[in-house]
Nanobody, 126 residues
Framework: QVQLVESGGGLVQAGGSLRVSCVVSGRSFGRYAVGWFRQAPGKEREFVSFISWKGAEVYYEDSVKGRFTISRDNAKNTVYLQMNSLKPEDTAVYYC???????????????????WGQGTQVTVSS
């Protein structure tokens, strides 16, 4: 069984930074690709970022490019999302998701991920 636990969310002013973490427990963490998604009240869940199991491939949703950085430490079974220059529109619950196989081109499709965390709230005040 694979379990994901996010942490690091909170309240920050616009222009500030936060780092959210996703600890993955279970077998073969290093073989799982991980995606970050977010969902704001009344909105659809949207893709934020993706990292392949080796970390060689990373992708970002256009609105976060240049501000967010995804990374992973397989020795710690952890994926990080460093968020800088935060904007009020970044306010959402952030979820990490994992799967052993995420087809190329489908990294932003949340239905491709089997395992999900409970989410962590990020609130950016203006």
């Amino acid at each position: 069984q694979v379990q994901l636990v996010e942490s690091g969310g909170g309240l920050v002013q616009a222009g500030g930074s936060l780092r959210v973490s996703c600890v993955v427990s279970g077998r073969s963490f290093g073989r799982y690709a991980v995606g970050w998604f977010r969902q704001a009240p009344g909105k659809e869940r949207e893709f934020v970022s993706f990292i392949s199991w080796k970390g060689a491939e990373v992708y970002y949703e256009d609105s976060v490019k240049g501000r967010f950085t995804i990374s992973r430490d397989n020795a710690k079974n952890t994926v990080y999302l460093q968020m800088n220059s935060l904007k009020p529109e970044d306010t959402a619950v952030y979820y990490c998701a994992a799967d052993s196989i995420v087809p190329s081109g489908a990294e932003g499709d949340y239905s491709q991920y089997t395992y999900w965390g409970q989410g962590t709230q990020v609130t950016v005040s203006s």
